[in-house]
């Protein structure tokens, strides 16, 4: 998920963070509000859609106020409106879903079957022009409807009667299950989004809510919200915290200043503040699977569709220096998009990640002769020699994607005859800079929809909506493919696929990778059990106060 994912995303599930500086530790607690948890947020909502969020932002936010078939508790899937996990049937084409009969929406309307099914036709439509339809592939026509060759109502799910749902699927797709838990299956409510229309998703008065919280006194453009208990959620009984309140915060003194008055509970630290706090007992590193990388943009500069410029600028960057001396909070130097320790072999368990290094290593390693070297060639090989070429590089608006940003361009810019130019925008700018392809250079992310190499590798397909360099490789498609269709109910070979294709990643270099996330927090000692799940999201109903 562009950051989502998110997104990445996202995400992100991109770059936009909370910048603390100097020192302090937990303060008096005795100013706090009783039953609120107030947390920092690394930018604003872009929009509370499911069917066009693409950000982690987004994502966290629908996890909070939304609920779908199932959710995540700790690493484990558990049953969320679903009764209990469903076995599929029908060589594992068909799952056959029962509802909670007591669920309903916050204005008080039953949640049924039909919602499910309004919702994922509404994903796959392409009037809803949705980035994550894609996510839909393997339910019976979900692509041939996203590419407008079906009509929607044709898509594989159906409510065989009011609380019990069934989705039928044209190929076995092994991380179903897991699909699920994604905010772009959530159930929706047509009479609402019927009322509002376009405007749907864009401020709390449009929205209504299914999930532990519902949003309240909020519009899309806002740097603050709150979501206070939703009363009308099955499981309100076990949702202890009152009011989750959030606030967007990008300037290093205000942040640390919010946090030791004791305005804000959790905050995210970056840079020098990261270096100075990391030994204070508040502080704790949350490791990711997100990836952040720079994206070329092949469609829109030809000099970027040859494989030694690509190879070049990844070979100039040093990883190192930039997690360890610009950024300092956690993110580990990578030098795949792939994350490590996400996923393993079905049959010797050993990380993914580890499994595709060498490639990695070959093609993306800091090397600044070989650079220079790869660059000339690859300027030979376009009938580019002794030219000069100036390329913009767009990113986050916040103090650390700044610091960022001017690291890249002193890395790129010692190849020869290149200058580099920096952009910094807002994160829902940068999103919809990237979506409409106005870059040449993008530094930005993606997040784990969920734990399983494919969520990745699909990131790279020709037609993927999320590609945003526009990245194109026959091989590399016919192996992810591969992986989808004839060995998807063959572990090992499918596993193989997705290693070759990432393999072919990494010698290729479709993006620049620059590292994989890590968050640095500090955390109040009256906020308990805070529930990380494997795609990036945090579990708001497990959360405690100690008051």
Same mark, same amino acid.
């Given at each position: 998920?562009?950051?989502?994912k998110?997104?990445?995303?996202?995400?992100?599930?991109?770059f936009?963070t909370? #910048?603390l500086?100097?020192?302090?530790?937990?303060?008096?607690?005795?100013?706090a509000?009783?039953?609120?948890?107030?947390?920092?947020s690394?930018?604003?909502?872009?929009?509370?859609?499911?069917?066009l969020?693409?950000?982690? #932002?987004?994502?966290?936010?629908?996890?909070?106020t939304m609920?779908?078939?199932y959710?995540?508790?700790?690493k484990?899937?558990?049953?969320?409106?679903a009764?209990?996990?469903?076995k599929?049937?029908?060589?594992?084409?068909?799952?056959t879903?029962k509802?909670?009969?007591n669920?309903?929406?916050?204005n008080?309307?039953?949640?049924?079957?039909?919602?499910?099914?309004?919702?994922?036709?509404?994903?796959?439509?392409?009037?809803?022009?949705?980035?994550?339809?894609?996510i839909?592939?393997?339910?019976?026509n979900?692509?041939?409807?996203?590419?407008?060759?079906?009509?929607?109502?044709s898509?594989?799910?159906k409510?065989?009667?009011?609380?019990?749902?069934?989705?039928?699927?044209?190929?076995?797709?092994?991380?179903?299950?897991t699909?699920?838990?994604?905010p772009?299956?959530?159930?929706?409510n047509?009479?609402?989004?019927?009322?509002?229309g376009k405007?749907?998703?864009t401020?709390?008065?449009?929205?209504?809510?299914?999930g532990?919280?519902?949003?309240?006194?909020?519009?899309s453009?806002d740097?603050?919200?709150?979501e206070?208990?939703?009363?009308?959620?099955w499981?309100?009984?076990?949702?202890?915290?009152?009011?989750?309140?959030y606030?967007?915060?990008?300037d290093?003194?205000?942040?640390?200043?919010?946090?030791?008055s004791?305005?804000?509970?959790?905050?995210?630290?970056?840079?020098?503040?990261?270096?100075?706090?990391?030994?204070?007992?508040?502080?704790?590193?949350q490791?990711?699977?997100?990836?952040?990388?720079?994206?070329?943009?092949?469609?829109?500069?030809a000099?970027?569709n040859?494989?030694k410029?690509?190879?070049a600028?990844s070979?100039?960057?040093?990883?190192?220096?930039?997690?360890?001396k610009?950024l300092?909070?956690?993110?580990?130097?990578?030098?795949?998009?792939f994350p490590?320790?996400?996923?393993?072999?079905?049959?010797?368990?050993?990380?993914?990640?580890?499994?595709?290094?060498?490639?990695a290593?070959?093609?993306n390693?800091?090397?600044?002769?070989?650079?220079?070297q790869l660059?000339?060639?690859?300027?030979?090989?376009?009938?580019?020699?002794?030219?000069?070429?100036?390329f913009?590089?767009l990113?986050?608006?916040?103090?650390?994607?700044?610091?960022?940003?001017?690291f890249?361009?002193?890395?790129?810019?010692?190849l020869?005859?290149?200058?580099?130019?920096?952009?910094?925008?807002?994160?829902?700018?940068?999103?919809a800079?990237?979506?409409s392809?106005?870059?040449?250079?993008?530094?930005?992310g993606?997040?784990?929809?969920?734990?399983?190499p494919?969520t990745?590798l699909?990131?790279?397909?020709?037609?993927?909506?999320n590609n945003?360099?526009?990245?194109?490789?026959?091989?590399y498609?016919?192996?992810?493919?591969?992986?989808?269709?004839?060995?998807a109910?063959?572990?090992?070979?499918?596993?193989?696929?997705?290693?070759a294709?990432?393999?072919l990643?990494?010698?290729?270099v479709?993006? #620049?990778p620059?590292?994989?996330?890590?968050?640095?927090?500090l955390?109040?000692?009256?906020?308990?059990n805070?529930?990380?799940?494997?795609t990036?999201?945090?579990?708001?109903?497990?959360?405690?106060?100690?008051?």
């Amino acid at each position: 998920m562009k950051l989502k994912k998110l997104f990445v995303a996202n995400v992100l599930a991109l770059f936009s963070t909370v #910048i603390l500086v100097g020192c302090g530790s937990t303060s008096s607690q005795k100013s706090a509000p009783k039953g609120t948890v107030r947390i920092s947020s690394k930018d604003i909502i872009s929009t509370m859609d499911p069917s066009l969020n693409t950000d982690v #932002i987004g994502a966290q936010n629908l996890n909070n106020t939304m609920e779908g078939l199932y959710r995540f508790k700790g690493k484990n899937i558990k049953p969320a409106l679903a009764t209990n996990l469903a076995k599929p049937t029908n060589n594992g084409l068909t799952y056959t879903f029962k509802l909670r009969p007591n669920a309903k929406w916050s204005n008080g309307d039953p949640i049924t079957a039909s919602d499910f099914v309004y919702s994922w036709r509404r994903t796959v439509d392409p009037k809803t022009k949705s980035t994550y339809s894609y996510i839909f592939e393997g339910i019976t026509n979900a692509k041939d409807i996203s590419a407008g060759k079906k009509p929607v109502n044709s898509l594989g799910i159906k409510a065989l009667n009011k609380h019990t749902l069934q989705v039928d699927l044209e190929k076995p797709v092994p991380y179903f299950n897991t699909l699920l838990t994604s905010p772009t299956f959530f159930p929706q409510n047509k009479k609402v989004i019927t009322k509002w229309g376009k405007k749907y998703g864009t401020n709390s008065q449009t929205l209504v809510s299914n999930g532990p919280f519902k949003l309240v006194k909020w519009n899309s453009p806002d740097n603050s919200w709150t979501e206070v208990k939703n009363d009308k959620y099955w499981d309100a009984k076990d949702v202890k915290v009152q009011k989750l309140q959030y606030q967007v915060v990008k300037d290093a003194s205000t942040a640390l200043n919010l946090y030791q008055s004791n305005k804000l509970d959790r905050v995210l630290l970056t840079g020098d503040s990261a270096k100075q706090m990391k030994n204070a007992k508040d502080y704790k590193i949350q490791k990711e699977s997100t990836t952040f990388y720079v994206a070329p943009n092949i469609k829109k500069v030809a000099l970027f569709n040859n494989t030694k410029i690509r190879q070049a600028l990844s070979m100039s960057v040093n990883r190192q220096q930039l997690t360890k001396k610009v950024l300092g909070d956690g993110k580990v130097a990578s030098l795949s998009t792939f994350p490590a320790k996400m996923t393993f072999n079905p049959e010797t368990k050993v990380d993914f990640a580890k499994e595709t290094q060498a490639s990695a290593v070959a093609t993306n390693a800091y090397n600044p002769t070989k650079a220079k070297q790869l660059w000339q060639e690859g300027l030979s090989e376009t009938n580019n020699k002794g030219k000069k070429f100036s390329f913009t590089l767009l990113g986050d608006d916040s103090d650390v994607a700044k610091k960022q940003a001017e690291f890249l361009q002193n890395q790129f810019e010692k190849l020869p005859g290149l200058k580099i130019n920096v952009t910094n925008v807002p994160f829902k700018s940068r999103l919809a800079r990237a979506k409409s392809g106005d870059f040449d250079l993008l530094v930005t992310g993606w997040s784990a929809d969920f734990p399983d190499p494919i969520t990745f590798l699909t990131l790279f397909n020709t037609d993927s909506s999320n590609n945003d360099g526009k990245w194109s490789n026959t091989e590399y498609d016919n192996l992810v493919n591969k992986s989808l269709n004839e060995d998807a109910n063959n572990p090992m070979a499918r596993w193989q696929d997705m290693k070759a294709a990432q393999n072919l990643s990494n010698r290729e270099v479709p993006a #620049i990778p620059l590292y994989q996330n890590g968050e640095a927090w500090l955390t109040k000692s009256r906020v308990k059990n805070l529930d990380y799940g494997p795609t990036g999201a945090y579990n708001m109903i497990s959360l405690r106060l100690k008051d």
